[in-house]
């Protein structure tokens, strides 16, 4: 009996620290829940470390053609680029390479 009480506990405890372990892991990866690359709403993440690494993006409209934009790290709102109507134009944004280019607007593609 007192077998099946040890492996009773060492299963609970098993089960418990499994437990544990998920909600651990969702703490620690809070920041990155964001991902990186477009958002959706018109957003793009530029996940990078160095502060001044700027990537070229080609950006999808609703209406119009796509067009090209550099932008520094961090999350930035594509909206701003695009003519009227700005709230809604932006459905996407992808990396087109040119590292270091200078943060602004390049016109369409």
């Given amino acids: 009996m007192k077998i099946a009480r040890a492996i009773g506990a060492l299963v609970a405890t098993a ?17 990155a829940a964001r991902g990186c690359g477009y958002m959706g709403s018109g957003k793009y993440n530029h996940c ?9 993006l080609q950006v ?7 067009f090209k934009v550099c932008v520094r790290p961090g999350i930035t709102d ?8 700005r709230h809604w134009a932006v459905t996407g944004a992808w990396y ?6 200078s943060p602004g607007y390049y016109g369409t593609v």
């Fill in 78 to 85: 594509l909206q701003q680029y695009s003519p009227y109507p």
């Fill in 48 to 56: 990078e470390s160095n502060p001044r690494l700027t990537v070229m």
């Fill in 15 to 31: 089960a418990v620290l499994g437990g544990a372990a998920p909600a651990a892991q969702a703490i620690e990866s809070a920041p």
């Fill in 60 to 66: 999808s409209r609703i209406i119009d053609s796509d």
């Fill in 96 to 101: 087109i390479g040119s590292p270091w280019c």
